[in-house]
Nanobody, 125 residues
Framework: QVQLVESGGGLVQAGGSLRLSCSASARIFSTNIMGWFRQTPGKEREFVAAISRSSGTTYYADSVKGRFTISRDNTKNTMYLQMNSLQPEDTALYYC??????????????????WGQGTQVTVSS
């Protein structure tokens, strides 16, 4: 049973925007840390952003700071990633994931136990 479902990916021109959504089961969404990762062929999945349920603290990779905004709606069991000023290097398969515990190791994909199937984001130049 798929418990994390991403949506909102697509094709956009450089400089454009997209908003990704991640819908989760109540069990998974109760997990403290929800995050976004991305992956391109031949490369390891990399951290993009994360958000804490308990404190609302947000975490970002340096490459997306100031352009991407992560948020969560705990009433809808949904997390979002607003992506602005998109560049071709943002092209990737974007995954949402859940991690228990605090913010330590928030960028370490191996600490996340639940993953979605991914949604493709393609940015044309």
């Amino acid at each position: 049973q798929v418990q994390l479902v991403e949506s909102g990916g697509g094709l956009v021109q450089a400089g454009g925007s997209l908003r990704l959504s991640c819908s989760a089961s109540a069990r998974i969404f109760s997990t403290n840390i929800m995050g976004w990762f991305r992956q391109t062929p031949g490369k390891e999945r990399e951290f993009v952003a994360a958000i804490s349920r308990s404190s609302g603290t947000t975490y970002y990779a340096d490459s997306v700071k100031g352009r991407f905004t992560i948020s969560r709606d705990n009433t809808k069991n949904t997390m979002y990633l607003q992506m602005n000023s998109l560049q071709p290097e943002d092209t990737a398969l974007y995954y949402c994931a859940a991690k228990s515990g605090g913010g330590a190791g928030v960028s370490n994909l191996r600490l996340y136990g639940d993953w979605g199937q991914g949604t493709q984001v393609t940015v044309s130049s």
